[in-house]
């Protein structure tokens, strides 16, 4: 007998009949023995009509308020379902996030999970039970408020579950079949990942690839949890985010037989594409030491995340640079004024802001020992007639900024070069917002 964890996105719990379905598939996995926990997110756009309300009402919705607001829609899906399962002759309960032992920091909006004490889970699942719980929420340790984990947290709340109860694995379970070497709406031919590792996996998430939230990934990776992306709406094998080989007697038995999860390791694992971010360019910073420390600080102040930075000595003006990077669009004019207002002390010439950026990068740990992988994205790049305006690199990650308009276009050339496409189109997107 084992232990999972199940977590069902909005799409697979959209309206009554999706519960419904949803409801099968758990009580079949329970008639074979085995204990499950349900994640829910809530059903369909419902986060997104909750948000839409909360700013009829205010355009500055109390951070504590509208927490406590956007948590109710898990509550309403997790409700639902445990009525489903008991009317399918199953015992099941519900728990909300804070009532599962989810505690976390006191930061609303994007809380961060610092302990979680399953203690009422486990004797709902020792009295026989499902224990459905309440996704992407949690309680303040310090302050006892309710707060939520940011956009896509209930992936973080299974996985944190998984990890507290020392499930076998964490099954997350969209619209899609599991991680795919591009987007699928961008890229028709590209192919299921069968097996990924964490750093690669978390390299996607970090690259705009939505199919994980990031910290997910993170924890999963911290404490070792397997974890198994499919779709509900299909029987077959996803992707394994795993460091180790996949259990045998995890693989789903009713899964096609599946070759790619055994394959050998490939150089170039995927290629993802982030459209969120913006570029800000600070135009004549005088090139003496302490001016980017000063000019990152004030960024950081205002609780900015930097993506990529370049530094170029500025053309036209001797003894000045130019200072590029990267930040995520929704912070752009908060980057700007704070920038604007330190001018006189940094003692820039002026600030540029573009949004029409892309970027693109491919991520796999095979590169490590493969020389000539990144000399393949600029040649593919070229031939497209794409010109790159910033690079970055890790280890196991190359990233480009292009302009949006050609970022399909660079992904389908990056992912061609590296000889991703498939024949056969398996990316079926069974409904409607790939989560
Ligand atoms: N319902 C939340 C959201 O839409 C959390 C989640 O889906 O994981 O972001
Ligand atoms: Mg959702």
Not at 30 to 46: E, Q, T, Y
Not at 73 to 91: D, F, K, P, Q
Not at 273 to 282: F, P
Not at 376 to 391: P, Y
Request: hydrophobic fraction near 40%; glycine fraction near 8%.
């Amino acid at each position: 007998m084992s232990l999972v964890v199940q977590k069902y996105g909005g799409s697979s719990v959209a309206d009554a009949e999706s519960v419904k379905r949803v409801a099968r598939r758990i009580v079949e996995y329970r008639k074979s023995g085995h204990d499950v926990v349900v994640v829910v997110s809530a059903m369909g756009d419902s986060t997104d009509d909750l948000i839409d309300l909360a700013k009829e009402v205010s355009p500055i919705p109390p951070a504590r308020e509208l927490d406590m607001l956007l948590t109710a829609g898990e509550r309403i899906s997790m409700a639902v379902l445990a009525m489903a399962i008991a009317n399918l002759g199953y015992e099941a309960q519900s728990f909300t996030g804070s009532q599962a032992g989810v505690i976390t920091d006191e930061s609303f909006g994007r809380a961060r999970i610092i302990d979680v004490t399953p203690g009422r889970i486990r004797s709902a699942l020792d009295d026989g039970n499902v224990a459905i719980v309440a996704g992407f929420q949690g309680v303040s340790q310090t302050t006892k408020n309710i707060t939520t984990l940011g956009r896509g947290g209930s992936d973080t709340t299974a996985v944190a579950l998984a990890a507290a109860l020392g499930a076998d694995v964490c099954e997350i379970y969209s619209d899609v079949d599991g991680v795919f070497t591009a987007d699928p709406r961008i890229v028709p031919s590209a192919k299921k990942i069968g097996i990924i590792s964490y750093e690669e996996m978390l390299e996607m998430a970090a690259s705009g690839a939505k199919i994980l939230m990031l910290r997910c990934v993170e924890y999963a990776r911290r404490y070792g949890v397997p974890v198994h992306v499919r779709s509900s709406f299909s029987q077959r094998q996803g992707t394994w985010v795993t460091d180790s080989p996949i259990p045998e007697d995890l693989r789903t038995s009713t899964t096609e037989p599946e070759t790619d999860a055994s394959m050998e390791q490939a150089i170039i694992s995927g290629v993802a594409h982030d459209r969120s971010e913006a570029k800000l360019t600070i135009v004549g910073v005088p090139d003496v030491p302490g001016k980017a420390a000063e000019i990152f600080r004030t960024i950081a102040g205002q609780e900015i995340d930097i993506d990529m930075i370049v530094q170029n000595i500025s053309t036209r003006d001797p003894g000045r640079t130019d200072i590029s990077f990267t930040l995520p669009m929704a912070d752009g004019s908060k980057a700007m004024e704070s920038l604007e207002a330190a001018k006189g002390s940094i003692g820039f010439h002026h600030l540029q802001y573009d949004d029409q950026i892309g970027k693109l990068s491919v991520i796999g740990a095979g590169m490590r020992s493969h020389p000539g992988v990144t000399a393949t994205l600029f040649d593919a790049l070229s031939k497209a007639h794409i010109n790159i305006d910033m690079i970055s690199t890790s280890e196991i990650r190359i990233s480009v900024v292009t302009s949006a308009e050609l970022l399909d276009t660079a992904v389908r050339a990056a992912h061609s070069a590296y000889g991703l496409d498939t024949a056969d189109t398996e990316a079926i997107v069974y409904g409607g917002t790939g989560r």
